[in-house]
C-alpha cells in the first residue's frame, strides 16, 4: 500500500476546505506551528480530548470517540457523540470561536456523520458544533449536498498527495490567523509566481 492509499485523517477536510496548501503542509508536507488561534483550539478541546463517557436523561455522550469509513479511506475522531434514547447518533464537534458558520466545519461535522454511519449501520441526520467562546451549539443539517462536498474533498486531497506538489498559497485576509503564514510565506510566494509569469510572458516566442 502507498501512501495514497492510506487512510486521511478527518482533520484534513477541514484544512483543505479552510486552505488547500494548509492542508498540503500538514498532511503532505509533516509542518505544522503554533499561534494565538491553535492554543485556544487546543484548549476548547481540553476536556474532550480525554476519552470517556458520561449519560443524562438517557442519552450517553462519548468523548474522543475514534471513527473511521473504509468506502471512503478517513479516520479520525469525534470530540462527543451522543447515543440517545431513540437511537438517534449525534456528532458534536468543539470549536474555540462565536457561533457563526463554516464551512470547512460543517465539512468535517459531515464526515464524522458519514464514518458513523458506516460503523454503525444508522442514518445520522444532523450533528452540531459547540462553539466554545459563546458556550452555544448550531445544528447542522447533513445534506445530500454536504455529503457529496466531503466525497470531492477526499478526492481532491488524495489527488494532492498522489502529485506530492504544494498548491500556490492563497494570500488573502485567511492567511493572517494561520498559524503556518511563517512556513508558507504567503507574500513571497505569490511575488515570486507573479514574477515568473510575467518573465514568461516577456520571453514568449511569437509564432
Known amino acids: 500500500m502507498n501512501e495514497t492509499d492510506d487512510p486521511i485523517m478527518l482533520s484534513a477536510l477541514q484544512h483543505w476546505s479552510y486552505c488547500p496548501r494548509q492542508c498540503a503542509l500538514i498532511h503532505l508536507e509533516q509542518a505544522f506551528d503554533e499561534n494565538v488561534h491553535t492554543m485556544r483550539g487546543n484548549a476548547a478541546h481540553e476536556r ?77 441526520a444532523q450533528g452540531a458544533i459547540y462553539h466554545h467562546t459563546s458556550r452555544r451549539r448550531r445544528e447542522v443539517a447533513i445534506t445530500p449536498e454536504l455529503r457529496r462536498l466531503v466525497e470531492d474533498t477526499v478526492a481532491a486531497i488524495r489527488g494532492m498527495l498522489a502529485s506530492g506538489k504544494l498548491p500556490p498559497p492563497a494570500n488573502d485576509a ?24 510575467l518573465a514568461a510572458d516577456l520571453f514568449e516566442v511569437k509564432e
Open 174 to 197: 485567511r492567511c493572517k490567523e494561520c498559524s503556518l503564514n511563517d512556513i508558507c510565506q504567503p507574500q513571497a510566494m505569490a511575488s515570486r509566481e507573479g514574477q515568473k509569469a
Open 48 to 124: 474532550v480530548d480525554d476519552p470517556g463517557f458520561e449519560s443524562f436523561e438517557g442519552v450517553r455522550s462519548e468523548r474522543a470517540l475514534p471513527v473511521w469509513s473504509d468506502r471512503l479511506g478517513l479516520v479520525g475522531k469525534c470530540d462527543v457523540v451522543e447515543f440517545h434514547p431513540d437511537g438517534r447518533i449525534y456528532p458534536i464537534e468543539y470549536k474555540h470561536g462565536k457561533k457563526r458558520q463554516q464551512m470547512h466545519d460543517d465539512l468535517q461535522l459531515a464526515a464524522q456523520a458519514m464514518c458513523l454511519e458506516e460503523m454503525f449501520g444508522k442514518p445520522v
